[in-house]
């Protein structure tokens, strides 16, 4: 993943205008640092529970679907913090 790609994920994410700046500003500042990388996805965590919550969804962790998801999303989390390790010997 891209410095550029993961600003387009921000700016068509469901943060607000306030939050996409101070991504945008904190790539541009960071870059895709394994740092910046956890904190994004623990804030889309955030924007998406909370969308969920309002939509009155709730989330059974414990459910063996919800479980397999969860997995694959973070082996995808440590595929992509690997490649960035990778690209940035």
Same mark, same amino acid.
């Given at each position: 993943?891209?410095?550029?790609?993961?600003?387009?994920?921000?700016?068509?994410?469901?943060?607000?205008?306030?939050?996409?700046?101070?991504?945008?500003?904190?790539?541009?500042?960071?870059?895709? *640092?394994? @740092?910046? /990388? !956890?904190? $994004? &996805?623990?804030? *889309?965590? @955030?924007? /998406? !529970?909370? $969308? &969920?919550?309002?939509?009155?969804?709730?989330?059974?962790?414990?459910?063996?679907?919800?479980?397999?998801?969860?997995?694959?999303?973070?082996?995808?989390?440590?595929?992509?913090?690997?490649e960035f390790?990778?690209?940035?010997?």
């Amino acid at each position: 993943m891209t410095r550029d790609e993961a600003v387009k994920l921000v700016m068509s994410s469901s943060f607000t205008q306030e939050e996409k700046a101070m991504w945008v500003e904190r790539l541009a500042l960071e870059g895709l *640092t394994p @740092d910046v /990388l !956890q904190d $994004l &996805y623990m804030a *889309t965590v @955030d924007a /998406l !529970q909370g $969308l &969920y919550k309002k939509a009155g969804i709730e989330i059974d962790e414990t459910d063996p679907k919800f479980e397999a998801d969860h997995a694959e999303m973070m082996e995808e989390m440590t595929r992509v913090e690997a490649e960035f390790k990778k690209e940035s010997e």
